[in-house]
């Protein structure tokens, strides 16, 4: 079991890692020449979760808070987000999209649908991708953080 486990977490890492790198490289979307990837991903996590403080956003991204406040800073220059008072913590901001933002988040998750159905177009069988489904749904029930 835990060989195994140990080749599933690395060809999961692989898949991220050059999943991303050739769905970035696949599409010439002008979206992602303006916005970094982890511009992109402060974006989505937003949509996912509502809100968030930016301490939440640093542990989601895995990354200090100071790099997450120069991207808040550079996010809400171009509207995509906005801050307000936590009414639990005044000295604590919550992070939201603005429509701007949303949008956004749409374009690139259309794109980014676009490029794996392209990849994946006669490389996956409904049987296979089924099965896909079931093993990610339940990954993402065991891995999900509660409190967001």
Not at 24 to 44: A, G, H, N, R
């Amino acid at each position: 079991m835990k060989e195994k486990l140990k080749e599933a977490i690395d060809l999961f890492e692989e898949v991220m890692i050059y999943g991303t790198e050739r769905v970035m490289k696949s599409m010439d979307l002008p979206l992602w020449q303006e916005y970094s990837p982890e511009q992109i991903q402060v974006l989505k996590i937003l949509s996912a979760h509502g809100k968030a403080t930016s301490a939440q956003l640093a542990d989601f991204q895995g990354v200090h808070k100071s790099a997450i406040s120069n991207r808040i800073k550079k996010l809400e220059e171009k509207g995509l987000i906005s801050l307000e008072s936590d009414e639990h913590d005044r000295r604590s901001k919550v992070i939201s999209l603005t429509e701007q933002g949303k949008q956004v988040v749409q374009i690139s998750d259309e794109a980014i649908y676009q490029s794996i159905e392209k990849l994946f177009l006669g490389k996956v069988d409904e049987k296979e991708l089924d099965e896909f489904l079931f093993i990610f749904q339940k990954l993402k029930d065991i891995l999900k953080l509660k409190g967001m």
